[in-house]
């Protein structure tokens, strides 16, 4: 009888010890991030929603939140710490930010989007403790508005329809507006082989514009016939990447421009002897200078490129028409490619514009690529953390764009994967952590095959397949 009477003691303080931390939770004033808030003050929008993701998103999502109070028990801060470590390194708040600052980056809006339509945010058991931290329905309604405005605001082409604007992919613009002389003289530079030492390299060599930018070739070759240790990716489209190369090692078009003329692998000549060589052709110097009245230079050349390669963006594909309003553009395993490329969180790395381009990702994000690979790793493999030094962007890159994908095989950065079918197999597992059937793979292709675009004016055509 005395024991029953202990037990129920027992239950009722254990019972009140378990309440007492989401209790005190509600009652405790909860720690702000104040980098949070000085990225939210400098764009009214953003502010709109900064309480709702300081309250309920802080915490996990922030570097200087801090834990919560009962964080410091010893169990219950492992178990916390835990969820914070993994919680910022899929999304930080602080640093995930648009080129400027002043917002998120189009993929943090994207996830962000896809957690509410998944509701997997906050995790289940942080709402156990926080009671108050499930997002409501105005809270979402809140959010979900906030990243429509903020695509319109800071991300989308000006000439969309408004409903357009606010899309986690968006149409390529139809038009563009660089000036046509310097993008002409760029257009006969980047197919120069002057650029190069021996004079038989040139960008086209490893960008064709009838291989949708690229070589088709697993490794490029540069002069004496080297092979590079990477990929090449497109040129189409590149001028929407937040910065150039598979680490990110160049920050624009026009600094990416100056880089292969001296690598030793690709072109292997020295700025200075193509300056020299382009001055003694006194067509091209006098044709130059109507352009660039100070003349050839290597800051006016790699411009000239540059300009060039922002006039090669590939418009009005099946699925841009799709979005546009066009339903019958595609057909229904090709939509049905694009539920799941939704559904299987494809879009929110490959997203905006280009579909890719705005950010560097973990290759895989849930699984580890190269460990699966078997493969002796090489110092590409590192990714972003070459240019970075920080180990934590070991094996990030850039997210590729996927316009035109069909015909910029092979595929990865160490071409890894040669027909779309596998590529889409292995980014379903490393990145999504999902398994798709054989038919949910092939419409994911099927529908990847409608991202081929027009270069002025012409449809593009892949010319050869993967090799088997
Ligand atoms: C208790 C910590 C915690 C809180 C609070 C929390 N998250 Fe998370 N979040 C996580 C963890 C852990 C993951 C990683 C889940 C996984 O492994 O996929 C994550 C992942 C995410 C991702 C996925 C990023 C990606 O890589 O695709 C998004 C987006 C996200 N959280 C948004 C939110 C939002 C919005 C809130 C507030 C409403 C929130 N989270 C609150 C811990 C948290
Ligand atoms: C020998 C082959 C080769 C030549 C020649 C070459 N490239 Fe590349 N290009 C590559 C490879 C390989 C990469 C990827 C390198 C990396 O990311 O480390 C690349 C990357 C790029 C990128 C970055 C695209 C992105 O998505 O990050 C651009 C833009 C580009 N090249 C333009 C040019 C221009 C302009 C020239 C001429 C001045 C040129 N390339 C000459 C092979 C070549
Ligand atoms: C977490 C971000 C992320 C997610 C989610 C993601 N990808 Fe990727 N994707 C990447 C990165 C990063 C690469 C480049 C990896 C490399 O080269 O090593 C890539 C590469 C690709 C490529 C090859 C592009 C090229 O030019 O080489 C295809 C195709 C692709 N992804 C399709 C998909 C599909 C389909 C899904 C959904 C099942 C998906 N991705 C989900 C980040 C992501």
Same mark, same amino acid.
């Given at each position: 009888?005395?024991?029953?009477?202990?037990?129920?003691?027992?239950?009722?303080?254990?019972?009140?010890?378990?309440?007492?931390?989401?209790? /005190?939770?509600?009652?405790?004033?909860?720690?702000?991030?104040?980098?949070?808030?000085?990225?939210?003050?400098?764009?009214?929008?953003?502010?709109?929603?900064?309480?709702?993701?300081?309250?309920?998103?802080?915490?996990?999502?922030?570097?200087?939140?801090?834990?919560?109070?009962?964080?410091?028990?010893?169990?219950?801060?492992?178990?916390?710490?835990?969820?914070?470590?993994?919680?910022?390194?899929?999304?930080?708040?602080?640093?995930?930010?648009?080129?400027?600052?002043? $917002?998120?980056?189009?993929?943090?809006?994207?996830?962000?989007?896809?957690?509410?339509?998944?509701?997997?945010?906050?995790?289940?058991?942080?709402?156990?403790?926080?009671? @108050?931290?499930?997002?409501?329905?105005?809270?979402?309604?809140?959010?979900?508005?906030?990243?429509?405005?903020?695509?319109?605001?800071?991300?989308?082409?000006?000439?969309?329809?408004?409903?357009?604007?606010?899309?986690?992919?968006?149409?390529?613009?139809?038009?563009?507006?660089?000036?046509?002389?310097?993008?002409?003289?760029?257009?006969?530079?980047?197919?120069?082989?002057?650029?190069?030492?021996?004079?038989?390299?040139?960008?086209?060599?490893?960008?064709?514009?009838?291989?949708?930018? $690229?070589?088709?070739?697993?490794?490029?070759?540069?002069?004496?016939?080297?092979?590079?240790?990477?990929?090449?990716?497109?040129?189409?489209?590149?001028?929407?990447?937040?910065?150039?190369?598979?680490?990110?090692?160049?920050?624009?078009?026009?600094?990416?421009?100056?880089?292969?003329?001296?690598?030793?692998?690709?072109?292997?000549?020295?700025?200075?002897?193509?300056?020299?060589?382009?001055?003694?052709?006194?067509?091209?110097?006098?044709?130059?200078?109507?352009?660039?009245?100070?003349?050839?230079?290597?800051?006016?050349?790699?411009?000239?490129?540059?300009?060039?390669?922002?006039?090669?963006?590939?418009?009005?594909?099946?699925?841009?028409?799709?979005?546009?309003?066009?339903?019958?553009?595609? @057909?229904?395993?090709?939509?049905?490619?694009?539920?799941?490329?939704?559904?299987?969180?494809?879009?929110?790395?490959?997203?905006?514009?280009?579909?890719?381009?705005?950010?560097?990702?973990?290759?895989?994000?849930?699984?580890?690529?190269?460990?699966?690979?078997?493969?002796?790793?090489?110092?590409?493999?590192?990714?972003?953390?070459?240019?970075?030094?920080?180990?934590?962007?070991?094996?990030?890159?850039?997210?590729?764009?996927?316009?035109?994908?069909?015909?910029?095989?092979?595929?990865?950065?160490?071409?890894? /994967?040669?027909?779309?079918?596998?590529?889409?197999?292995?980014?379903?597992?490393?990145?999504?952590?999902?398994?798709?059937?054989?038919?949910?793979?092939?419409?994911?292709?099927?529908?990847?095959?409608?991202? $081929?675009?027009?270069?002025?004016?012409?449809?593009?055509?892949?010319?050869?397949?993967? /090799?088997?």
């Amino acid at each position: 009888m005395k024991c029953m009477k202990c037990f129920k003691v027992f239950v009722v303080l254990g019972i009140l010890a378990a309440l007492s931390i989401p209790v /005190a939770n509600l009652l405790m004033p909860q720690p702000r991030s104040a980098k949070l808030d000085a990225a939210t003050k400098g764009d009214p929008l953003f502010a709109k929603v900064a309480d709702i993701l300081q309250n309920k998103c802080s915490h996990c999502h922030t570097e200087d939140a801090g834990l919560p109070f009962y964080a410091k028990a010893p169990l219950v801060s492992t178990l916390i710490q835990k969820d914070v470590d993994s919680g910022l390194k899929h999304l930080n708040m602080t640093t995930d930010l648009a080129p400027g600052g002043k $917002t998120l980056s189009e993929p943090a809006l994207a996830k962000i989007e896809y957690s509410i339509a998944q509701n997997a945010m906050p995790p289940m058991q942080y709402v156990a403790m926080h009671w @108050n931290t499930t997002l409501s329905g105005s809270d979402e309604t809140a959010i979900k508005k906030w990243i429509g405005l903020t695509r319109a605001e800071h991300y989308a082409d000006a000439a969309l329809p408004d409903d357009l604007k606010k899309a986690v992919i968006r149409p390529l613009p139809l038009k563009h507006s660089q000036n046509a002389v310097k993008a002409a003289l760029g257009k006969k530079l980047f197919n120069d082989k002057r650029l190069s030492k021996d004079n038989t390299i040139s960008c086209a060599s490893c960008h064709a514009m009838d291989k949708g930018g $690229t070589d088709q070739e697993a490794v490029s070759t540069g002069v004496n016939k080297q092979k590079g240790p990477i990929n090449s990716p497109t040129v189409f489209n590149a001028m929407y990447n937040v910065k150039q190369f598979w680490d990110g090692r160049a920050k624009d078009l026009q600094d990416q421009a100056a880089g292969p003329v001296e690598n030793p692998i690709e072109m292997a000549e020295k700025w200075d002897n193509v300056i020299v060589k382009l001055k003694a052709d006194t067509a091209f110097n006098a044709e130059f200078k109507v352009a660039y009245p100070d003349g050839l230079s290597k800051k006016n050349v790699t411009h000239a490129i540059a300009v060039f390669e922002e006039t090669l963006i590939t418009p009005n594909c099946k699925f841009d028409k799709f979005l546009a309003g066009d339903t019958k553009s595609l @057909n229904q395993a090709e939509q049905a490619g694009w539920r799941l490329f939704q559904l299987n969180a494809c879009a929110t790395c490959h997203c905006g514009a280009a579909m890719g381009g705005q950010s560097f990702e973990l290759m895989g994000r849930k699984k580890n690529y190269f460990t699966q690979s078997g493969r002796e790793l090489t110092k590409e493999d590192n990714g972003l953390s070459n240019f970075t030094k920080n180990e934590s962007d070991k094996h990030k890159f850039k997210v590729p764009t996927l316009r035109n994908i069909a015909i910029t095989f092979p595929y990865f950065h160490d071409a890894g /994967a040669k027909d779309l079918e596998t590529a889409v197999k292995v980014m379903a597992d490393v990145q999504s952590g999902r398994s798709l059937s054989q038919p949910q793979i092939d419409n994911v292709v099927a529908f990847l095959k409608t991202l $081929t675009g027009e270069l002025e004016g012409k449809t593009l055509v892949p010319t050869t397949k993967p /090799a088997e």
